[in-house]
């Protein structure tokens, strides 16, 4: 069965110190790997597409990482409006666009 | 402008009822979903609609219906309202073509009583 698991539940960091979020996944073909920002009170913002392992994406002071088993996204200095849920969303080979989402990652980021 | 917009932002009503939440998007996209968010923020798929017609039809109840009068529109109808049915409900859409990223609305809130 597909599944995505993302660690940790939850993250407290101070302003500045860098930390990194984890998506492990199981799928029988992994079309492409999505990560999506969530604020309190609205829907799922996309923030990256990874398609294949190796690949990275930056955006900020957020990157996004992919091996064949997980993905990494990377808060460098992070500020206190990076504060967010993170999303992890795994699309497999049958096309249909459906998406298998993780739990997600509640970040705050103390100033 | 909003992207994609969903009515009502809440929703508190008894068990028993039937109700509708309403998604429009103005993105010009050809697939339109419907997503369960529960209290863990697990997001999970219900429903997706290409172009007017049904291509995921998930494990879900057969008391929730969707109906898409049109690929701007997909509407969620839900009879004979449950406890469990208590959770955050979310419209997205994407253009078609997968790998496309989905773009959601801000979500309506159902609480069953």
């Known amino acids: 069965e597909d599944q995505v698991t993302q660690s940790p539940e939850a993250l407290r960091l101070q302003e500045g110190e860098s930390s990194s979020l984890n998506c492990s996944y199981t799928v029988s073909g992994l079309r492409g790997l999505f990560w999506y920002r969530q604020d309190p009170g609205k829907g799922p913002e996309f923030l990256f597409t990874?398609?294949?392992a190796g690949e990275e994406k930056e955006k900020e002071r957020l990157k996004a990482t992919l091996t064949k088993k997980e993905s990494f996204l990377h808060i460098t200095a992070p500020k206190p409006e990076d504060s967010a849920t993170y999303l992890c969303a795994v699309q497999e080979r049958s096309n249909t666009g459906k998406l298998i989402f993780g739990q997600g990652t509640t970040l705050q980021v103390k100033p | 402008d909003t992207a994609v917009s969903q009515t009502p932002k809440y929703l508190v009503t008894q068990m028993g009822n039937d109700k509708s939440i309403k998604c429009e998007q103005n993105?010009?996209?050809?697939?339109m979903y419907w997503y369960k968010q529960d209290s863990k923020k697990f997001l999970k798929i219900m429903f997706s609609y290409n172009n007017k017609e049904l291509i995921i039809n998930e494990t879900v109840p057969n008391r929730f219906s969707p109906k898409s009068p049109d690929k701007a529109h997909l509407n969620l109808h839900i009879n004979s309202l449950e406890l469990g049915d208590s959770a955050v409900y979310f419209c997205?859409?994407?253009?078609?073509?997968?790998?496309?990223?989905?773009?959601f609305g801000n979500g309506t809130r159902l609480t069953v009583t």
């Open positions: 990874l398609y294949s």
């Open positions: 997205a859409s994407s253009q078609e073509g997968g790998l496309r990223p989905l773009h």
């Open positions: 993105l010009g996209h050809d697939t």
